[in-house]
């Protein structure tokens, strides 16, 4: 039939050979690791106020397994100890790899949970039919078109981040919500357009990231902080909040496919 079909191609197209999910667990493994260095800022610093302002005092550094940055150290001219940070990086490619591994051995499990979050289900397959044959062409992608809720909330979010902008431009609270929400937001943002493909909010959220940053670094020029400062705040609050949400979602999807497995067959 024409939905088994489509089915049939939609998972044809997501399921990775064992080379793609190796490089997915190695991708998986060095995110994981960076958010482990980020974390590590809040382990080896005894002053987080460089986050938010100009710092106290000189006690920060950050790195794991090895420290690869210190407040004024100038390690000879280079900032940052780069042999330690490729010993980390190394360390970071060594865990992506047993974690690639692993998702080689079990591709088979993981294509059927991609697989079973990605099959078209017929009625809404014969849904969309119907709706490009009555349009003439089922090929042409539909014009990008915003609800009036989702522009509402678009302009009710710009009022409310101009206002943030506007008021509370030189105060420290701004930064820490940005740290705060920001991928949170970002997640928020791409998911108002209504009916868009995961494609076109992937893309969306590109320019809001920058906005974001931009918005952080008006911030903290405004509280006399360094460019670096702003910047490792974000990749301090941002990277851990991003491994935690892809690892919650790729465990979210496992477990169906567990549950899935388990339940007795009709």
């Given at each position: 039939m024409v939905f088994e079909s489509k089915n049939e191609s939609v998972l044809a197209d997501v399921r990775a050979s064992a080379g793609r999910w190796?490089?997915?667990?190695?991708?998986?493994?060095?995110?994981?690791?960076?958010?482990?260095?980020?974390?590590?800022?809040?382990?080896?610093?005894?002053?987080?106020?460089?986050?938010v302002g100009r710092p106290a005092t000189l006690n920060s550094a950050i790195g794991f397994p090895w420290q690869v940055w210190e407040a004024g150290n100038t390690y000879g001219g280079m900032f940052a100890d780069y042999r330690a940070m490729g010993?980390?990086?190394?360390?970071?490619?060594?865990?992506?790899?047993?974690?690639?591994?692993?998702?080689?051995?079990?591709?088979?499990?993981l294509n059927d949970a991609v697989d079973g979050a990605m099959v078209v289900d017929p009625g809404d397959a014969k849904l969309n039919s119907n709706a490009s044959s009555h349009s003439g062409n089922s090929q042409k992608l539909a014009p990008v078109q915003f609800s009036l809720r989702g522009l509402m909330i678009v302009t009710t979010m710009a009022a409310i981040a101009s206002t943030?902008?506007?008021?509370?431009?030189?105060?420290?609270?701004?930064?820490?919500?940005?740290?705060?929400?920001?991928?949170?937001?970002?997640?928020?943002?791409a998911m108002i357009p209504h009916r868009w493909s995961w494609q076109r909010r992937v893309v969306l959220l590109i320019p809001i990231t920058f906005s974001l940053i931009a918005i952080?670094?008006?911030?903290?020029?405004?509280?006399?902080?360094?460019?670096?400062?702003?910047?490792?705040?974000?990749?301090?609050?941002?990277?851990?909040?991003?491994?935690?949400?892809?690892?919650?979602?790729?465990?979210f999807l496992l477990a169906g496919q567990h549950r899935e497995s388990l339940a007795p067959s009709n």
């Open positions: 190796f490089m997915r667990g190695l991708a998986i493994g060095m995110l994981l690791m960076a958010a482990v260095n980020a974390l590590s800022y809040f382990f080896r610093s005894s002053d987080w106020s460089g986050l010993l980390n990086i190394a360390s970071a490619a060594v865990v992506g790899c047993v974690i690639g591994a692993f998702a080689v051995w079990q591709r088979d499990f943030v902008v506007s008021r509370l431009a030189v105060h420290p609270i701004t930064l820490v919500t940005i740290y705060a929400i920001g991928p949170a937001t970002l997640v928020g943002l952080a670094l008006f911030v903290g020029h405004s509280l006399q902080m360094e460019f670096d400062q702003v910047l490792m705040g974000i990749f301090l609050s941002w990277t851990p909040q991003s491994a935690v949400a892809a690892t919650a979602l790729a465990a």
